[in-house]
């Protein structure tokens, strides 16, 4: 009697079956190569970091799920969880081919885990084709945005020469840095990512809130004036490779080439990535003037899990005296 399909945790006695799968022709990957898998070109399954997934502990951040099918494992999702638990990311997404819906039941199971323990939201990117595209739309996700990945080429110059660094970000800085994702970042997006300060601390990547620290992989840095931040990079390096993420203020453009030069200066001629979103074209035009190459292009998805209501709240109100009694209204 045939198995019937089922999504089940990813265990070790599953990596042989994970072996023979991303061995067939129809075995393919939906999440597009990103940074740091990005950087060996290597597009197999990384079985490696699959076994330290299959061995930890289902309450952890390392989780995992296998598709069984009638012909063995035809599927495979990877989960990374954001600090709090509030958002998880689809970390990769692979589906056979030749199999119907394969890909959306995970995406379906991956989503219903995520909300039990409490998740808002989930995030999935995938690569601009339309039957990657249309596997997100088919799950529930709605795309939000689009982000391009760039690489500095071995001449990259810095522009200015000499930039004037940006200073550590410390820990008295949620506030500034929430104000400048505000501004900086259309409405739509906040809306899919974070309208208020929880979910905006929520968005860090770290498997804890963010915090300074000596030994971390990822170093933030802060151009501010007073009580406003105008620009915000963060670099994340694995290896012998590193990642900028940034954000600069929409009246503050003239530093688009600062903060890239910044980046390069403390690379140090090491392989630096970049990420740039579609509304981010100011600091898109500074990586080209920096000598850096387009990548890739990535669709970003986003799918709710839970529902905003407003909060009821008590609203301040005067009276005032009349002829027939006394009347309220609110300010």
């Not at 999935?124 to 739309?137: F, H, K, R, Y």
């Not at 990535?298 to 899990?305: D, M, N, Y």
Request: charged residues 20%.
């Amino acid at each position: 009697m045939t198995a019937k399909p089922s999504v089940r945790a990813l265990r070790p006695t599953h990596l042989v079956g994970l072996r023979a799968f991303d061995a067939r022709g129809s075995c393919v990957e939906i999440t597009p190569a990103s940074w740091p898998r990005i950087v060996d070109g290597d597009g197999r399954m990384p079985f490696w970091s699959l076994l330290a997934h299959s061995v930890a502990q289902p309450t952890g951040h390392r989780r995992a799920w296998v598709h069984v099918g009638e012909q063995g494992i035809d599927g495979l999702v990877v989960a990374r969880v954001r600090c709090g638990g509030l958002v998880w990311d689809v970390r990769h997404l692979w589906a056979d081919a030749d199999s119907d819906g394969v890909a959306q039941e995970l995406l379906r199971w991956f989503c219903g885990e995520a909300a039990s323990r409490g998740a808002r939201r989930v995030f999935l990117e995938t690569g601009p084709d339309e039957s990657q595209l249309s596997v997100a739309a088919r799950a529930g996700f709605e795309r939000y945005t689009w982000a391009a990945l760039y690489h500095a080429a071995p001449d990259a110059q810095p522009r200015p020469a000499a930039p004037a660094a940006g200073r550590p970000r410390h820990r008295g800085d949620e506030h500034l840095l929430f104000q400048l994702y505000n501004a900086a970042v259309p409405g739509t997006v906040r809306a899919a990512e974070a309208l208020t300060l929880e979910e905006w601390l929520a968005l860090h990547k770290g498997n804890r809130r963010w915090t300074p620290g000596v030994l971390t992989t990822r170093r933030q840095h802060v151009w501010a004036d007073g009580d406003t931040a105008w620009a915000w990079l963060e670099l994340a390096s694995a290896g012998k490779s590193y990642h900028a993420d940034w954000l600069v203020h929409p009246a503050r453009g003239d530093l688009c080439d600062e903060v890239v030069a910044h980046a390069l200066e403390q690379a140090a001629r090491a392989p630096l990535y970049a990420t740039c979103r579609e509304y981010q074209q100011p600091l898109a035009a500074a990586l080209e003037r920096a000598g850096f190459g387009l990548l890739t292009r990535r669709a970003v998805f986003a799918r709710q899990l839970a529902v905003r209501v407003a909060e009821p709240r008590l609203v301040a109100a005067h009276a005032r005296p009349t002829l027939g009694g006394t009347t309220y209204s609110r300010w």
